[in-house]
């Protein structure tokens, strides 16, 4: 092999190497809830919590906020109602899980599991 086809090798080596994730940064790119878990578990500690600040403790835009929780109603597993010019939400414990392999849990088990009495 020419000595510049192995230099080559050396820099391609090297770049790939700077750009692969460290095993700490890699772990931290997914949780083992999804965001509508976790707008839900904010919903359940703080029943009149603004959408804005569940977005900013969940870490995604207001707007996918406003989806998950349209989301979450459509299922029947929360409910808004208006107070004043706030909105509070009630969570319907006995909704079972969605997924068939979680499907005999309900989501009230699930919050006080992850959040505590409610």
């Known amino acids: ?15 790939a190497a700077k750009r692969a994730p460290t095993p700490v940064a890699a772990s931290r ?9 976790h707008v839900l578990f904010c919903l359940a500690r703080e029943p009149e919590m603004l959408l804005r600040e569940v ?6 835009t207001e ?5 998950i929780v349209a989301d ?8 808004r109602q208006r107070d004043g010019r ?4 009630t969570i319907d414990p006995n909704a079972p899980l969605r997924h068939p392999n979680e499907a005999h849990c309900t989501v009230g088990m699930l919050i006080d599991t992850v959040v505590g009495s409610r």
């Open 1 to 15: 092999m020419s000595h510049i086809k192995k230099q080559a090798k050396k820099v391609v080596k090297r770049s």
């Open 29 to 37: 790119d997914w949780t083992y809830f999804s965001n509508h878990g």
């Open 55 to 60: 977005a900013v403790r969940v870490g995604v």
């Open 63 to 67: 707007r996918a906020v406003q989806r």
């Open 72 to 79: 979450l109603e459509a299922a029947g597993v929360l409910l």
């Open 86 to 89: 706030r909105n509070r939400y």
